[in-house]
């Protein structure tokens, strides 16, 4: 008989919201709420009705990671417009 709760070659390790918090440097509130958002693939492991357990495999969290990296941008040029000269209204100030 196979034992179905050790993570095989095949599906991948399994990581708690926790620990992907952990990787990515936020809370696992956040975490949930982009599996919420449908935005981190994940799979309830939970058989509860108040909280679920969710679980994502290692593949998820890297598809995720790959489809968030932005380019670098180049170096910002600003542009200042140049505004229009201010008329001298007391030349004899000076």
Known sequence: ???????TERNGHLLTPDE??????????????????G??????VGAGSKRPLYRISEEALEEFIAGRQQ???GPTVRRFKRLPPVPDHFPKLR
């Open 20 to 37: 992907i918090a952990d990787r990515l440097r936020v809370t696992a509130e956040q975490v949930r709420a982009l599996i919420r958002k």
């Open 71 to 73: 380019e670098t941008p």
């Open 1 to 7: 008989m196979e034992r179905h709760d050790a993570p």
């Open 39 to 44: 935005q981190l693939p994940a799979i309830n």
